[in-house]
């Protein structure tokens, strides 16, 4: 019985230990990779081994399937085939390989121990948008471990993809995926057909994402769904279980969260807030009517409406741009964000009216204006949002800006 080194794929790497020798291994691996070993097993046949990486203190844990608590060996004969596809383990036991198991003896097909196996309890989330693509490790509390961000490239962003999923997983194992991706997405057919990225049309994202860690779970959401479900688990939407998530920024991207769970609707494009109508004779909409609350709110459609009423700017004037003006008490920049503050208030009360919701959560560019935005949100909601079961419906601004996606696709997994 030889000590086997491990193999590595393109992401992730093929852990096999070899029986008695896998302290050994364990030790010789923890130095390459990191790793510290913070607890043995009693006996080679007995007890966990818990690992520890030093640079990112998140936990690896290298358990005996066949210690501790009897395992249930059919979930465990399962399970070993498709973690071991998983790139995630291995296993052999202290004999160097099958012998009879304690339930299953003199059947070969059954008999073999299950023995070290690699779980890990962090996922992989990816973030992909129309000019940024990010991904994270993130632990089960919702933390990011260890995290990258890459600008989507104009052509091929594939390749983008791939190079920041690597620089981000390190070999380390992952036990599922999650991906959040801009819109629209078909969560049926697992594609992405994002506006601002012309080169991905039906692009099957989800299928390609699986080519690279075979047999992981892996999962598909609107990024609109992936911040409200980001915000809802650790940020300001935390104990609310219907709510709403806003991203006011280029546009008025948003996702629902009811009855604590993310909601996709029919193809994973329910929350679409930036499309409720709040000018039925405004000016048209990338979706092909007018008037809707991101033809008022969007950045760049604020900054353009300024212009129009006179605002004196530079070329490069953006919304940050305009939110230092209004600040500084100028006039049609007031204006502009008094008009984008009653065009989202008017799509929340409609959305909430519709959903039954109590809480709504405001993030993007546009909402780093703070008061300037929330302040005509807060004024409209008292005259648009007056059934007595939205009574007590609240606004509150997000609080974990660009990790809202990443934390949110994590939690479609975990
Ligand atoms: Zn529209």
Known sequence: MGLRRPRRGPVGGVLTLGGLRASRWIRATARGRGLRRTRRPASPSLGTVTTRNVGTRHPVQHRRQAAGPRPNLTRLHHLSPRLGRSRLVVSRSPSGGRRPGPHHAGDPARSSWLPWVTVTDLVLALDFGGTKIAAALVDPSGSVVRSSRVPTPASDPWD???????????????????IASAGPVDTIRGTVSPINVPSWQAFPLRSAVSDLFPGLRVELAGDGVCMALGEHRR????????????????????????????????????????????????????????????????????????????WQAPDEADAAVLAAAALAGEKIPLEAFERAGQAVGMAIAGAAAVCDLELAVIGGGVAQAGELLFEPVRRTLKTHAGLSYLAGLEVRAAELGGEAGLVGAAALVS
């Open 160 to 178: 983008a993809v791939v190079s920041v999923v690597s620089s981000v997983v390190q070999g380390d194992p992952v036990s599922a995926v999650g």
């Open 235 to 310: 940020g300001a939407g935390q104990g609310s279980s219907f709510m709403v998530g806003l991203v006011v920024s280029t546009g008025v991207g948003g996702g629902l969260v009811l009855d604590g769970r993310p909601f996709g609707g029919r193809t994973g494009n329910a929350g679409h807030i930036g499309h409720i109508v709040v000018e039925p004779d405004g000016a048209p909409c990338t979706c092909g009517g007018r008037g809707c609350a991101e033809t008022v709110a969007g950045g760049p459609r604020m900054v353009a409406w300024a212009r129009r009423a006179g």
